[in-house]
């Protein structure tokens, strides 16, 4: 059995700051994880994926995440926020096939920008 | 085309009424995922194609709910005497094969009044 957490329903931050959503997942398997980004009426972007290669994960838009095995976590941050960065951010997670047991999702998190 | 097509973009049902989504994944995509997104919450999954083989229907909530792929290609959602728990938005992910990213299509937000 595979889940996700993402800790904050919302988040804001100044533009120009530092962006961390934060995520924790359960899978009695080694994970694939993701991040995804939804904007308003859109479907979902692939921001990036772990697939047990590097831990730390660059993706899409200057956004990154690093897999912790022992937190049990992966975190997405970008160092400075752009107006164009607020969206709709969902962690994922997988079995090892990556795909054919589909992705389970957290319950977003929405990123808010203050000017 | 040059990615997941779903229609329509919208759509509203009066209760009891049936309704069907159309899902176009990308060519030559074996496999297939339909996801039901309800307001403020996480995609969840419904079912899975692996060409028109549906290999794990699991995640459909009830007997209602129906999905077929008879070609390998084109997909569609049917939902049988819709009920007002059905409004959500519908999501179609096409993967080349297993273990590949998933490429999602804008949806179908269905609303049942």
């Known amino acids: 059995a595979q889940s996700v957490t993402q800790l904050g329903s919302h988040v804001s931050v100044s533009e120009g700051a530092l962006v961390l959503l934060r995520c924790n997942y359960s899978?009695?398997?080694?994970?694939?994880l993701f991040w995804y980004v939804q904007y308003p009426n859109q479907g979902l972007q692939l921001l990036l994926k772990y697939t047990s290669a590097a831990t730390l994960v660059k993706g899409i838009n200057g956004f990154e995440a690093e897999f912790k095995k022992s937190e049990t976590s992966f975190h997405l941050t970008k160092p400075s926020a752009h107006m164009s960065d607020a969206a709709e951010y969902f962690c994922?997670?997988?079995?090892?096939?990556?795909?054919?047991?589909?992705?389970?999702f957290g319950k977003g998190t929405h990123l808010i920008i203050q000017p | 085309g040059a990615g997941v097509s779903q229609s329509p973009r919208y759509k509203v049902a009066k209760r009891g009424q049936d309704v069907a989504l159309r899902c176009d994944p990308i060519s030559g995509h074996v496999s297939l995922f339909w996801y039901q997104q309800a307001l403020g919450q996480g995609p969840e999954f419904l079912t899975y194609f692996q060409n028109e083989a549906q290999l794990d229907k699991s995640g459909l909530p009830s007997d209602r709910f129906f999905a077929e792929r008879p070609e390998g290609s084109v997909s569609t959602l049917k939902i049988q005497r819709t009920q007002q728990e059905d409004s959500a938005v519908y999501l179609c992910?096409?993967?080349?094969?297993?273990?590949?990213?998933?490429?999602f299509g804008q949806g179908t937000r269905l609303t049942v009044v």
């Open positions: 899978s009695s398997v080694p994970p694939y």
């Open positions: 994922a997670v997988s079995g090892a096939g990556g795909g054919a047991d589909g992705l389970t």
């Open positions: 992910a096409s993967l080349l094969v297993a273990n590949t990213e998933a490429f």
